[in-house]
């Protein structure tokens, strides 16, 4: 079965830190997300990456990073934390083309203070 | 921006009863859809897809697309409390590896 991990499960940070989310895939997917998840909003994208070097903006990139340094690697960053970044984060991998399933990672939940 | 709109917000039905839940994109180039399952606390899964017009049946979950109209539902039979869960509708275009979500359907299936 295909195979997303996050790290860390949990985050509480301060307003104004620096925080990084990562992702590792072993599907050898090309493709890798990430979403944010809050009641009310479903998931939306923030990044996503075609492969290893590539970001591209989501539909909610603003306050946000993205980094693959490889294949199996995809960072988000928020530079400046803000309270309205509390959230859950998914990430998630997809292998090319537009019919293929996304499989996703356990979550990631953000507290900003 | 693309947008995927889902119909009802909840939905309670009994355990044996019919669910029946509705997803439509604003793209009128959207060429593939998705619905997955994401249970309380967990991570959402696929849980079927379509991609032609028509109908699709796996078990007891039953997928239809009208293309035309941008519109796929998902209807569940013989529901049960197990199917209780929060469903997403996604959709995409050929052309890319871009996928939107929707805010989801929150079904509760009473025993």
């Known amino acids: 079965e295909a195979a997303v991990t996050q790290s860390p499960r949990n985050k509480v940070a301060v307003t104004g830190g620096k925080v990084t989310l990562s992702c590792n895939q072993t599907?050898?997917?090309?493709?890798m997300y990430w979403y944010r998840q809050d009641t009310g909003h479903g998931l939306r994208l923030i990044h996503y990456s075609y492969g290893a070097g590539s970001t591209e903006k989501g539909d909610i990139p603003d306050g946000y990073k993205a980094s693959r340094p490889s294949q199996e690697n995809f960072s988000l960053i928020l530079e400046l934390a803000t309270p309205s970044q509390t959230s859950v984060y998914f990430c998630a991998s997809g292998d090319v083309g537009g019919r293929h399933e996304q499989y996703f990672g356990p979550g990631t939940r953000l507290t900003v203070l | 921006q693309q947008k995927v709109q889902q119909s009802p917000e909840s939905l309670i039905v009994p355990e044996g009863g019919m669910a029946s839940l509705n997803c439509t994109s604003s793209d009128r180039n959207v060429d593939y859809f998705w619905w997955y399952r994401q249970h309380s606390g967990k991570s959402p899964k696929m849980l079927m897809s379509i991609f032609s017009n028509g109908e699709k049946e796996e078990g007891r979950f039953t997928v239809h697309l009208n293309k035309a109209s941008l519109h796929t539902s998902l209807h569940i039979r013989d529901s049960q409390p197990s199917d209780s869960a929060l469903y997403l509708c996604?959709?995409?275009?050929?052309?890319?590896?871009?996928?939107?979500f929707g805010t989801g359907t929150r079904l509760q299936v009473l025993p």
């Open positions: 599907n050898n997917h090309n493709n």
């Open positions: 996604a959709a995409a275009r050929s052309n890319t590896n871009k996928v939107v």
